[in-house]
């Protein structure tokens, strides 16, 4: 006691802090917010200026008393939160929570959590920033409003536990527009003529038969070679790939298979035959795919080089990383999720366990939107790129990189703490997705602050003359000529080409001549990356919300990853529908960035944030009044099909549950026949699988429910026989009941729970889903976990789970799926 309080968020911040900091500070954590708007009512006085009631957060009244009396016993109390308008925020309501008064107040700020940092930002104290405050506090308000409101609106006319967001809506309208453009995306048709050259014309049969021997081999999935191997295969046997631009002194272009084969017949190709084949349903355009089976003379000698240009040309390295690339390029490289990237970033800053240093921070801080880099960090980087990879790396000065307009100068790009600390000296300290993470933030910074990379282009026109008119292709190469950043940050992904000894004037022979079919393309789906992308090009939301963003809209079942691309649920589209419609304002991708930009405004003290909330909420609240009058309950809203029912005969009818949406007949209520229907509004069969049932071993049925597929007993509902599929489809094997221990939760004093799983043992609070309270495995003693484990052995013995077996009595293994079989005409009812 008598010791200056630091208040942080987190332990495993306020660990590493405490090492820098000498024994006249307490370091001690907020566990994040400490209060909040009242969870039962809307918190918000509109008749007096929007007022805000603030309570404690749940489980914070005794760590609040805590803090309390540290404040009192050490006179001075230094809040150190994050830099950015949240942590602000939080800085606040521990001041307002702890009653204390203003001139004990510091606030210390800090990009990263080293010790030379950590000691400056302790001489450079300030008082808490109101302007940042308001402006998360309006943010707050302005969310609170249109998920209070909005969402029991949506209760009554969609259905129970839906939920609104000022900027989550907006990210599924995002996803659903997208997917409606692919929908009534309608493709065209263009052909491409391609060619393979050789300059050794006396070699052109042989290659030609090397070529297409090699084109012939698949690997084990039935693939052909790769590009890069094929660009390696061309390399080897001095030959190139072209593409016809110029047919006639016009730029080429065809739409179609005869004008194709009408041109490649004229520069000497034998068309063998044409393949016409109707396009899988379901896949790609609905138009016939024809595939031109053809042969070049390869003793033709009309092919000559016209011309060859060589120049060199520059690419200039990367910009260091904010939080949305980051997330991008984690995404892209990695596979990890935006969520899963900042929960690893936030564990780098917070600080790791480094042999030799302690606890240490790695990475500045990364929720920012800035690419300002600090004079000391990019001198460091530049004299370790000169002692480790020479004085040609590194520029003659600083590479500066230009931020967003909305971007907070203040802050910093994401960067190491110290440029010196490589990857490799982190393998022993790093589990293998934070030393993944961190590589790439290391790569990233370190390759910003190097020379640009050369490359020597050549260009090549290859023409011929027809009895129809002249033909132009066109062969591109390049070839690295000095690799500056590219030397950290690794070549580009795909092979390039590089192009055999071309001369000007002389012939080359046609490998391979063939006009190939091709359709334009939809726009891609959104994935995280695209996503992340989308909303900050939009000005939707902050860095720090992206992640919460994405897994929100998942949460609700508004939008879902399939084979990594964001698909809208029947669900998410029905609540982006009516949303849209009665709310045109509020959910309006420019109208959203626009409160982004004032709440910018609030942050500098150029606008009140009092007025802010006022502009919103009056169209607001008008939307409210006719919405809860006008709006249609999704339930009694249909849309016609293609379909008949098989019953009475009569038309049958899409209509909307809470799992989304199905079939239904006309004739309700003397017809109640109804099917489920899969993602593209098709009948679903029924699906009879080779999984026996574990209560009475009969076949089970593939169906849909609530949480996605799992299979069902045929004969429901006289046996209720059920075996669950997990995200791949595979079975689930049955889990044992969980074990009640005589554990307190650390939330609700219940007690907990203990069950098993792949990674090992866990316990959960037993008033699950009421608490969410957890208690770690590993933190408790070894004779302790001992006992638990014993305990839970016996009890998995006293309750053996059924095996799940296949029809002919062969026991499921793990990463099984169901085999589908020959299945009745008849639907399974919903």
């Known amino acids: 006691m008598g010791k200056k309080l630091v208040v942080v968020e987190s332990p495993a911040k306020a660990k590493t802090i405490n090492r820098y900091l000498g024994s006249d500070y307490i370091v001690k954590a907020s566990m994040g917010h400490v209060r909040d708007l009242p969870r039962k009512t809307i918190g918000i006085d509109f008749e007096d200026n929007f007022k805000p009631t603030y309570e404690p957060s749940d489980g914070k009244k005794k760590l609040l008393a805590e803090l309390k009396r540290y404040a009192k016993a050490g006179g001075e109390v230094f809040l150190a939160t994050d830099l950015d308008r949240e942590g602000e925020a939080i800085a606040w309501h521990l001041a307002e929570s702890m009653n204390l008064p203003e001139e004990s107040i510091h606030r210390v700020v800090f990009n990263e959590i080293t010790a030379s940092a950590i000691r400056k930002a302790f001489t450079q104290l300030r008082k808490l920033d109101m302007n940042r405050i308001n402006a998360q506090q309006a943010r707050r308000i302005l969310d609170r409003i249109v998920g209070y409101e909005v969402s029991p609106l949506l209760w009554k006319k969609v259905a129970r536990g839906l939920s609104a967001g000022r900027v989550q809506s907006v990210a599924v309208r995002l996803v659903v527009e997208r997917e409606r453009l692919i929908d009534a995306f309608m493709p065209e048709e263009y052909w491409r003529i391609g060619a393979v050259f050789t300059p050794k014309c006396e070699l052109a049969g042989e290659l030609a038969k090397k070529w297409a021997d090699f084109l012939a081999v698949k690997d084990e999935k039935g693939n052909g070679p790769t590009q890069i191997a094929q660009q390696s295969f061309l390399a080897e046997n001095h030959a190139c790939r072209a593409e016809l631009i110029r047919w006639k002194g016009e730029k080429f272009q065809a739409d179609n298979a005869e004008q194709a084969v009408e041109i490649v017949k004229a520069l000497g190709v034998t068309v063998e035959k044409i393949e016409r084949s109707e396009n899988p349903k379901g896949k790609g355009p609905s138009v016939n795919l024809v595939n031109i089976v053809s042969h070049p003379d390869v003793s033709d000698s009309r092919f000559v080089v016209s011309d060859i240009k060589q120049r060199d040309r520059k690419s200039r390295p990367p ?37 030799g240093e302690g606890t240490a921070g790695l990475i500045t801080y990364m929720r920012t939107d800035s690419r300002h ?43 190491p703490t110290d440029a010196t600390r490589t ?25 910003c602050q190097m020379t640009e990379a050369v490359w020597s282009l050549t260009e090549a026109t290859i023409s011929a003359k027809t009895g129809q008119g002249d033909a132009e292709f066109k062969a591109m190469g390049r070839k690295l000529k000095f690799d500056g950043y590219l030397r950290v940050a690794g070549l580009p992904r795909g092979g390039d080409q590089i192009l055999p000894e071309l001369e000007a004037s002389k012939p080359v022979a046609p490998v391979e001549l063939s006009p190939t079919q091709h359709f334009t393309q939809a726009p891609p789906r959104y994935t995280e990356a695209s996503l992340v992308k989308a909303l900050e090009a939009d000005g939707i939301g ?81 939307n409210m009044k006719i919405a809860a009058e006008e709006m249609v309950h999704a339930k009694a809203e249909a849309q016609p099909s293609d379909y008949t029912c098989k019953t009475c005969g009569k038309p049958m009818v899409y209509k909307f549950s809470n799992n989304g949406r199905y079939l239904a007949c006309t004739g309700y209520p003397d017809c109640k026949t109804t099917h489920p229907v899969d993602k593209d509004g098709k009948k679903l069969e029924k699906i009879l699988v080779d999984i026996a049932c574990p209560k009475c071993s009969q076949a089970l049925v593939l169906r849909k429910g609530r949480f996605g597929p799992f299979l069902s007993c045929a004969r429901y509902p006289d046996c209720d026989g059920i075996v669950n599929l997990d995200k ?51 933190s408790l003693p070894d004779d302790q976990k001992k006992e638990l484990e014993l305990q839970l052995i016996n009890h998995e013995k006293a309750n053996p789970q059924p095996i799940i077996k296949t029809l002919d009595g062969t026991p499921t293994g793990e990463n099984h799926q169901p085999q589908q079989l020959n299945a009745p005409e008849e639907s399974v009812d919903s």
């Open 319 to 355: 910009a260091p990383f904010i939080t949305s690339t980051m997330q991008q390029t984690a995404a892209v490289q990695l596979y990890f999720s935006a969520s899963r990237t900042m929960r690893i970033a936030q564990q780098l800053y917070e600080g790791i366990e480094v042999p």
């Open 373 to 415: 880099l600090a004079s000391e960090a990019v001198e460091q980087c530049r004299s370790m790129i000169g002692d480790s990879f020479g004085s040609n790396y590194v520029p003659e000065k600083p590479n500066f990189f230009a931020s967003g307009a909305r971007a907070q100068e203040a802050h910093e790009a994401i960067r």
């Open 423 to 447: 990857p490799d000296q982190l393998v022993g300290s790093l589990n293998e997705e934070q030393l993944k993470l961190y590589t790439l933030i290391w790569k990233r910074f370190v390759a």
């Open 542 to 622: 902050r860095p720090s919300t992206y992640a919460s963003i994405i897994k929100t809209i998942q949460d609700r079942r508004y939008a879902e990853l399939v084979e990594r691309t964001f698909r809208p649920t029947d669900v998410g589209i029905v609540v982006t529908d009516k949303l849209v419609k009665h709310f045109p304002k509020t959910f309006d991708v420019h109208f959203t960035a626009h409160m982004e930009d004032e709440l910018d405004r609030v942050e500098t003290g150029e606008m009140d944030w009092i007025r802010v909330l006022e502009e919103f909420y009056g169209p607001f609240s008008e």
């Open 728 to 778: 791949k489809g595979c079975i689930k094997p049955p889990s044992a009941p969980p074990l009640l221990v005589a554990l307190e939760c650390p939330k609700c004093q219940s007690q907990m729970n203990l069950r098993r799983s792949k990674r090992g043992p866990w316990l959960s609070c037993s008033k699950y889903p009421k608490c969410r309270g957890r208690l770690g495995w590993k």
